[in-house]
């Protein structure tokens, strides 16, 4: 059986780690993407106070794609 190395611990921002892939020592690059719950919360804002587009605005309604900055491959989410 193949050795499968561990995925990385990852958070809602930047974190340290070793990239699975080009093994480098990295601090991880973020994109951040909406999802159904920030859709979902942008409906909500719109009901309750008409700001529905505060939760796009902000990144802490979306999830966390990390990259390595080293060799650009996709390392996880951090699902918010």
């Known amino acids: 059986m193949p050795h499968v ?11 340290v780690t070793t990239c699975q892939f080009c093994h480098a020592s990295i601090k991880t690059a973020v994109k ?11 409906a909500l804002c719109g009901l309750l106070c008409c ?8 990144d802490s309604a979306k999830n966390t794609d990390h ?3 080293n060799c650009e491959r996709y390392l996880g989410t951090y699902v918010k």
């Open 51 to 58: 700001l529905c587009c505060v939760p796009y605005g902000s």
């Open 32 to 42: 951040y993407t909406t999802t159904a719950r920030t859709h979902m919360a942008a």
């Open 5 to 15: 190395p561990p995925k990385p611990l990852l958070g809602p921002a930047n974190t």
């Open 67 to 69: 990259y390595c900055p």
